[in-house]
Each structure stands twice: as C-alpha cells, then as structure tokens.
C-alpha cells in the first residue's frame, strides 16, 4: 500500500527542491510563473490520486473477499485517475490559490530570503520536513492543503466504487452528512503525521544547538526518513476517508433497508463501522 506513495514522493520531492532552490523565478513574467506554479502542483496531484485509485481498487478488491494482484489495481487505478481528472483538476486549483497566498504572506515577512535559498544538505532535508519555515500561518496553510487533500480522497471512492455521474456532489455530501467523523479523522491523522516527523524535528534541533556541523549523510538519512514518514502520512487519510466512505455506503444500505421494512432508520454510529485493515470482506457481506 505504501509503495506507490514512495514512488510518489521520489517525484514530488526533486519538483519541489528544484523549484525552491533552483528554479529562475525571477527572470519569468507573473503570468509564465503561475503557469509553472500550477503546472507542478496539478503533476503531483495528478500523481497523488493515481496512487490514491490504486489503493481503492485494492481496498476494493480486498473487501470483496478477493486477492488483490498487482496488474489490475494498476491497471484500473490509471483508468479511474484519468475519470477523475476534473476533480484533480479542481483540487489542484485550489492548492494553487492556497500556495499562492502562502507565497504573497511570506513575502511580506521574509527578511532575508537569499539566506532560505542555499541549497545545503540540512537547508534540504528541513525543507522536505517543512522545518525550514515553521510558523503558525504555515500551520494554517498545510491545514488548508490537508483539508481539501483529503475532500478529494472522499470524492474519489465515488469514482472508484460506485461510478457517479456526480462524485463531487456525493464526497461532499459524505463529508458534511457525517463531519463529526471527518473532522476526527483530520485530527487524527495530524496528529499521527506529527508522531512520526518527531525524529528529523529532533535532529534540526541538536543540529541547531551544536557548532559541529553533521555531516552530509545525516541529511540524507533525514531525507529518506521524509520520504517514508510523507508516504505514511497520506496513505493514513487515504485509509481514513477510503473507511468512512465505506462506512456510509454500509449506512446507505442499512437505511434502505429499514425504509422498506417500515423500521426506525438507523445513524451511523448504528451501524457497525468497516475496517479495511480486518479481513471481513465489507463489500461481499452486503
């Protein structure tokens, strides 16, 4: 499960080094630098909803009581991506709105940008971390970022599942029927991403309070770490927003079935909720 995110990652991160350290912002006109600014962010989304309709087809495969091979969740997981390209299409919009008022905010409170800009080892490793700019309006953007991240890893099991002619309609209408799960699963897979960015936050510290310089491979070894500790940050919303999906279809169904038997009609928390992780095939049992 964690493989295509990896896979993911090892894109998303040399995009983002590149145009962060590297890139000639300067010399481009604003409009060609919104072209390359939303250029880059719609790849990684795209990237990021092919791993996400792997997953589905998987989880999918799985909570039919069958084995899950590689070919077809590749197979069907690139098909339902391109299904799905206008809902990456808004997502990454929005991330690029988000991105851009991050932009213009830190630009007024950037003091010296030339020092952010050196491409050292540890100035890499902090910024795939996201320590290079801590602070509580950054806090504030990544949430923005996670929250509509994970809106469209609501929308998508619309595509991936039931095939709706609407799945922006029915992935919103999971979120805001039940935000009181959503709003725990956001905070909960925070918290979780948190946990395991502890350790490259604790090394920037030691790194911060000592006057030996560490050597490079310890950058490295942090870099990597990102890249495993990213990879399982997303694939926990992944698997939160693929399980509440999956629990309002079995609340759906549960529903329907007591309108027609002319019974109470049940809540969600009625109803027992799936998890993907167990080996009860959800699917196959209704």
Request: charged share 20%; proline share 6%; with cysteine.
């Amino acid at each position: 499960m964690l493989a295509p995110l990896i896979l993911v990652w090892c894109a998303y991160a040399p995009i983002s080094v590149y145009l962060y350290f590297y890139f000639p912002w300067s010399d481009l006109d604003a409009y060609t630098a919104f072209a390359v600014l939303f250029g880059s962010i719609f790849l990684i989304s795209y990237l990021i909803s092919l791993a996400s309709f792997i997953l589905l087809e998987q989880i999918r495969t799985i909570e039919n009581g069958q084995s899950p091979g590689l070919g077809r969740p590749l197979s069907v997981g690139v098909w339902n991506s391109f299904r799905a390209l206008h809902v990456t299409l808004i997502w990454a919009f929005i991330w690029f709105l988000i991105t851009v008022a991050e932009i213009i905010l830190r630009s007024r409170d950037e003091t010296d940008p030339s020092e952010q800009s050196e491409p050292t080892a540890q100035n890499v490793a902090e910024f795939l971390a996201g320590a290079e700019q801590f602070s509580f309006s950054g806090m504030v953007f990544d949430g923005l970022r996670k929250g509509v991240r994970m809106i469209a890893f609501l929308i998508f099991p619309a595509i991936a599942w039931e095939r709706y002619d609407k799945p922006i309609r029915r992935g919103l209408g999971v979120a805001m029927s039940h935000k009181g799960e959503f709003a725990s699963g956001f905070l909960l897979t925070e918290a979780a991403a948190g946990v395991v960015f502890i350790p490259p936050f604790i090394v920037f510290m030691l790194a911060d309070q000592t006057d030996v310089p560490f050597p490079d491979w310890t950058w490295f070894a942090v870099i990597i770490y990102c890249g495993f500790a990213w990879s399982f940050a997303i694939l926990l919303e992944q698997l939160f927003t693929a399980e509440l999906y999956l629990w309002d279809m079995k609340w759906r169904k549960a529903c329907e079935a007591a309108v027609d038997r002319d019974a109470a009609v049940p809540e969600l928390a009625d109803v027992k909720r799936p998890s993907i992780l167990d080996d009860v095939p959800d699917m196959k049992a209704d």
